[in-house]
């Protein structure tokens, strides 16, 4: 079973509209990282919130983590056309027998119209 | 300054055959993992090379092997191909700050 479930599976706003994407995930972390990717092609690292960190700003990019819900939440905001991809929450189990194995969920679809 | 590097691009295989994808990773990182993609789905780890030698391995079978070289560089091998091997290989180098991605190879078995 997948650590991490991102909610909802697709998305489709207008341009200039935020765009709020979820994550659930299951066991304990060490961090959190989302990533988008274009066109089913490689994924770009966005942004890495730590377990002791409750949000992170980069950009037009907002996360917050919440580890007692074992959530996060990436926000877009003031979206464009070119935002539009998928994205993926990837999880950093603490608990595990190696090193730096990351688990994607299964992505949100996200569409921006012009 | 590269990144992570994969060849091929695209890849036609038949059912059947064995495969070998290639990956260099970014400058300065010496892990390198390896993940499936299917179509609409998340990337599903296959395995990781740290020093040259295997250190852990996701939930794919023994027709998946890897190997990592001195210079860090990596290649993935599938034998006995089946149809549902149909899927993009991403390869990823880095440590916990977040992995850098290669563009994947685009596996087709027909």
């Known amino acids: 079973s997948q650590q991490g479930e991102e909610d909802p599976q697709a998305l489709s706003i207008q341009e200039g509209e935020n765009a709020t994407m979820n994550c659930s995930y299951k066991?304990?972390?060490?961090?959190l990282q989302w990533y988008r990717q274009n066109s089913g092609r490689g994924l770009v690292h966005l942004i890495l919130?730590?377990?002791?960190?409750r949000e992170k700003h980069s950009g037009r990019l907002r996360v917050t983590l919440d580890t007692s819900k074992k959530s996060s939440s990436l926000l877009i905001t003031a979206s464009r056309a070119a935002d539009t991809a998928s994205y993926f929450c990837?999880?950093?189990?603490?608990?595990?027998?190696?090193?730096?194995?990351?688990?994607f969920g299964p992505g949100t679809s996200l569409s921006v119209i012009p | 300054d590269a990144g992570v590097t994969q060849s091929p691009t695209h890849l036609i295989k038949t059912r059947g055959q064995q495969v070998t994808l290639r990956c260099s990773p970014k400058?300065?990182?010496?892990?390198v993992s390896w993940y499936q993609q299917a179509l609409g789905q998340g990337p599903q780890f296959i395995f990781q090379?740290?020093?040259?030698?295997?250190?852990q391995r996701g939930n794919f079978p023994d027709r998946f092997s890897g190997h990592q070289f001195p210079n860090y560089s990596s290649e993935l091998n599938v034998n006995a191909l089946l149809l549902g091997d149909s899927a993009l290989y991403l390869c990823?180098?880095?440590?916990?700050?977040?992995?850098?991605f290669g563009s994947g190879t685009r596996l087709t078995v027909v």
């Open positions: 990823a180098s880095g440590k916990l700050h977040g992995y850098t």
């Open positions: 066991t304990s972390i060490n961090n």
């Open positions: 919130i730590r377990s002791n960190e």
């Open positions: 990837a999880t950093d189990p603490s608990l595990k027998t190696s090193y730096d194995k990351v688990i």
């Open positions: 400058s300065g990182h010496d892990t």
């Open positions: 090379y740290y020093e040259e030698e295997e250190r």
